[in-house]
């Protein structure tokens, strides 16, 4: 009975909530403000019906014109602007000092920089016409002009070239040069204290004799302890020699223009300014070792049957043979018998070696023994090349350059001997003695030996210096100045007033 009392209570309580919530929710409704009903259209009955009447329109929401003008635009944002602070003022940044120009260069420096007087080499020397201008030798000059020495030693100094100083072009010598007379340099190439050196002007006019200035018997060898490193003749420093290899030169004027850079201008137009002032551009090539071969690489024969012409041929040859075989005891060459442990083939290897050394060096005594320029008959010429057949792997390794060398010699020592050489011969060395040559990649024209020019490097004296000359090394010269070049140079100031005496001198 009780149960039944407790759900009646509870259904009685669910519907009171109910009508409550019906209550609240039409009382919200009445609250809320009636929408407009969507008016519904007629359908006209007939023509004569009244049109309703169209509803007003609704307010339009004002719109911004997308043009103003420049005016309109300043007034808006000088309106709107923000109130005017007071910075504090900056300093304006320093403007960098423009870099200090260098002062220009005295005129005869800067004319001295568009052009070059280059000593170009007769070639063959044995055609050379009459010349006073040569490097290398002994000294032919003017009046009375003495062989110069060390002051620090008292040794006469070696002589190195001449210059006949009519011989230069007028438009080169830039109102400096003296016009007459002989421009001689003389240098210690016993590299004694302070690398002594002498440049004089032996003064000569119309004519003034000139006289063969005697070579002094106590002139040391050249390049001292060093010489066999020097000259391909030589085995010691006893082997060496006073004076240079003696080639006549002729000074030309070569025009450079201007350049960009300082210093000596490596570029493709001096290379063919001085291609032009050389002459001639169908240089044979090097020799090479296939020029000692028959038909079809065979065989091992000389480029010419008249080789080896004479004893310094000989010399030549022997020295080089020698050498090879000393740098070869010291390097690893092809096994020419596999079959032999390491210590047999290497004793074998060593005795080989020690007599090719043997026999080379009995060749160049025998050689020293005679006179250099003594020319060989045909007998002497066969023995010697049938004995350097038998060494062929080691002579292949010398004989062009020993073959060259022998060429060379003899044209510098004896002009008179050297021209019955073939043309075809002396053409083979041609080019070690040119300004310039053309190759399949180029033309190749190295920095010359020159006067009143642009220096090689960037030298510091170049600002208040005229290059009086520059030297560089020359293997087929015998100059060998460690790889880069001698230079001498002297103010305008000092050239004008012949003082040669002021002349200083640098390397590269």
Known sequence: MSALVAIFAIFIASALGLLALIWYWLRQRARQEPKPRKPKRRKARN????????????????????????????????????????????????????????????????????????????????????????????????????????????????????????????????????????????????????????????????????????????????????????????????????????????????????????????????????????GPEDLAPALAIDDFRGPGGQGFEPAWYGYPQDWIAVQIAAAALVREADRASRTLLHDPSPGLNEAERAEQRAEQLRAVREEAQAWFDHALNNPALDPLGPPLR???????????????????????????????ASPQES???????????????????????????????RLLAPASGEAELAATHLLLLELPDNAALGHHFGGGALQWWITPEDLADRRFDAVVMTRT
């Not at 002989?182 to 004089?200: C, K, M, S, T």
């Not at 023995?383 to 510098?412: C, G, K, N, Q, Y």
């Open 47 to 278: 023509a004569a019906a009244e049109p309703e009447p169209e509803p007003d329109a609704l307010p339009q929401k004002a719109v911004r014109r997308r043009l103003i003008s420049a005016a309109t635009l300043a007034a808006a944002e000088a309106a709107h602007a923000l109130p005017a602070v007071d910075y504090p003022e900056r300093e304006a940044p320093a403007e960098p000092e423009p870099e200090a120009l260098s002062p220009p260069l005295p005129a005869p420096i800067t004319a001295a920089t568009r052009q070059a007087i280059v000593l170009r080499q007769h070639f063959p020397p044995h055609r050379a016409p009459q010349t006073r201008s040569w490097l290398g030798g002994s000294p032919v000059l003017p009046a009375n002009a003495a062989w110069p020495t060390n002051p620090a030693t008292g040794k006469p100094l070696h002589f190195l070239l001449q210059i006949d100083l009519a011989e230069v072009p007028p438009e080169a010598r830039l109102g400096l040069l003296p016009p007459e007379g002989a421009l001689a340099v003389f240098l210690d190439l016993d590299w004694g204290p302070g690398e002594a050196f002498r440049v004089i002007h032996a003064q000569g006019y119309a004519g003034t004799d000139w006289h063969a200035l005697d070579v002094p018997p106590n002139l040391a060898m050249a390049y001292g302890d060093e010489a066999a490193l020097a000259w391909p003749w030589a085995l010691s420093p006893a082997h060496g020699t006073q004076i240079l290899p003696r080639w006549p030169v002729a000074p030309c004027l070569v025009p450079l223009g201007e350049s960009e850079t300082p210093g000596w201008p490596h570029k493709a137009d001096t290379a063919r300014a001085l291609l032009a002032a050389q």
């Open 382 to 412: 066969k023995a010697f090349w049938d004995w350097l057949s038998t060494h062929r792997a080691l002579a292949e390794r010398v004989i062009p350059e020993a073959f060259e060398a022998a060429i060379e010699t003899t044209m510098h």
């Open 419 to 449: 021209a019955r050489f073939p043309e075809e011969v002396t053409a083979r060395v041609a080019y070690r003695h040119a300004l310039a040559r053309r190759t399949p990649e180029g033309v190749i024209a190295p920095p010359p030996a």
